[in-house]
């Protein structure tokens, strides 16, 4: 009776009943032993249906993947050759670039190899097993067969140096191979994370081909359509944070903390090259921005935006993290340092961004013809390029002499900075009431930074400091929108023979060749 309920081949019936007590101790056991089975599909099927049979095939796999943790490299051959529901050919299931292999030559090959070996699982469902033909020690070995250059460059060696072995099981709930592998160089093989990485995408995209490639074909038709929507969600929501001042009294703290912090730092002023505690600075900075109503909810949009891309080639969802430890938007951190210099240095700054190309001579000439014919916006940008001196020679005096005519002329932005320069007294004398006559002129026609200087001139705080927060605010909208979506998720890449036949399908469609290129005036595609 025992031998025809467990003999090899039988079919298991999977129970649907809870798990045991004991399967949740155990359980509990390999989790507290072996952390990473956390991160096994099994594990994600038990938590979402903690059944017997779930609970049998998470143990399993658990057994299968730390078999060599507990067992000599010639016995791990021998184990995973010769165990329950291994395909066998002969004897034993183990093969290599030939389908049939001597256990006893490849063991004793095993044993005379002094460097590292390396052992790989790769497990699928069973359903995809079944559905894509990899139900078959056969499929797996032309596979391994075809990826074996890609195992060679993962452990940076010649392929002529590469020795591997693998065996095929037909597991239940989770048919997979295990593979061992060796160079006899060994002096020269290591295999890094990024290396197991690539290896893990470069055997999925040769599994899941011909399904990748219509997914990839669907996914670009909807990709158009989701960032259209997200385009003009984005879009609505840089405007109001672009054209907005944000009252942050917390973050004004933070920043001339970091100013002051800043003033002792010795070397580069970047973030990677600052000590711990200024990065904390930094980071709290970040993170104060993200609690700031419109940079949330752009940046709840920016996730969205991205966990619906991921969705098309990821089964793991994406984790939110905070602004402060994304690395998309590493960007933000150096703004804030840049920001917090330019408080420091007495850098004069202008809280309306200059969305210009770089002028060159015939541009500035034009400027000047069109300021001397009465252009105020001329004048105000001449102004603004004297001032900041990249692209002309640093004048301060003259910078001034044309926010003046400019003023006088009744530029809102002219007699807002004009109004800055006289609060702040360093470019020109100080002199409160001079900055509140242009400051208010200013605020007649509409310019909230000049009214949020007006209504806090009492506190006789610095403007730089005042605006900190809407100087961030700014700089982040503009990063936000480079960074809105990824135009080549990684994990999908097509050759240029399906490159071509996608793009013969799109054109059908009638899509035109380079409708993927759309720029939005006055910002970057959001493409």
């Known amino acids: 009776m025992k031998y025809i309920a467990t003999r090899e081949g039988v079919e298991i019936i999977e129970s649907n009943a809870p798990a045991t007590e004991k399967q ?51 016995m791990y051959m021998k184990y995973i050759a010769t165990r329950p529901r291994a395909e066998k050919h002969g004897e034993h299931g183990l093969f290599s670039s030939a389908l049939h ?90 295999l890094r994370r990024d290396g197991v990485y690539t290896l893990r995408s470069r055997m999925t995209n040769a599994i899941f081909k011909d399904e990748m490639y219509e997914l990839y074909v669907q996914k670009d038709l909807s990709y158009k359509e989701l960032t259209s929507q997200a385009r003009e969600t984005m879009r609505s929501l840089l405007e109001k ?37 200024v990065k904390e600075i930094v980071d709290s900075i970040v993170d104060e921005l993200a609690r700031q109503p419109d940079v949330a909810a752009c940046y709840k949009t920016w ?70 014919a009465g252009d105020t916006w001329a004048m105000y940008r001449l102004g603004k390029l004297c001032m900041d001196g990249k692209h002309v020679e640093k004048n301060e005096k003259t910078a001034v002499a044309w926010f003046q005519q400019a003023a006088e002329y009744g530029n809102p932005y002219a007699q807002y900075t004009l109004g800055k320069l006289y609060l702040q007294g360093r470019e020109v004398p100080q002199d409160r009431e001079e900055a509140l006559r242009w400051l208010k002129s200013s605020a007649a026609q509409g310019n909230v930074y000049a009214q949020y200087l007006i209504d806090r001139m009492d506190e006789q705080r610095d403007p730089s400091i005042l605006l900190a927060a809407t100087k961030l605010l700014h700089h982040a909208s503009r990063i936000f929108r480079e960074q809105a979506v990824s135009t080549n998720p990684q994990g999908i890449r097509m050759d240029s023979r399906r490159r071509k036949q996608l793009l013969q399908k799109r054109l059908a469609l009638g899509h035109k060749i380079d409708d993927h290129e759309e720029q939005m005036q006055g910002q970057q595609t959001m493409n």
């Not at 672009?242 to 970091?258: A, R, T, Y």
Request: hydrophobic share 35%; net charge negative.
């Open 241 to 277: 944070m672009q054209g907005q001042v944000c009252d942050s009294p917390v973050i004004e703290q933070q920043m001339q903390e970091l100013v002051l912090t800043l003033g002792v730092i010795k070397g580069k002023k970047q973030y990677g090259y600052l000590p711990k505690d």
């Open 101 to 190: 292999v001597d256990l006893d030559a490849a063991m004793r090959d095993l044993e005379s190899h002094k460097g590292n070996t390396w052992t790989i699982i790769y497990s699928l469902r069973r359903e995809d097993a079944a559905r894509l033909g990899f139900d078959k020690a056969e499929s797996w070995q032309r596979l391994l067969i075809e990826q074996q250059p890609a195992f060679a460059e993962a452990l940076n060696i010649s392929p002529e140096h590469l020795h591997w072995y693998a065996a095929f099981h037909d597991e239940g709930h989770h048919p997979h191979i295990h593979m061992m592998l060796w160079s006899d160089s060994p002096k020269r093989e290591y």
């Open 24 to 74: 949740k101790v155990l359980i509990a056991d390999v989790l507290h032993d072996f952390p990473d089975s956390a991160e096994l599909f099994e594990y994600a099927d038990y938590l979402a249906k903690p059944t017997t049979g779930n609970a049998s095939a998470f143990l399993s796999a658990v057994l299968d993947r730390n078999a060599h943790t507990i067992q000599d490299g010639d």
């Open 303 to 372: 996730n969205g935006l991205r966990d619906e891309l991921e969705r098309y080639y990821k089964d793991k969802p994406r984790e939110h993290l905070p602004l402060s430890a994304q690395k998309e938007f590493r960007a933000i951190k150096n703004m804030v340092i840049q920001e917090a210099e330019n408080i420091r240095l007495g850098v004069f700054t202008f809280e309306d961004a200059d969305d210009h190309d770089e002028p060159d001579e015939a541009t500035i000439r034009k400027l000047e013809a069109s300021a001397e």
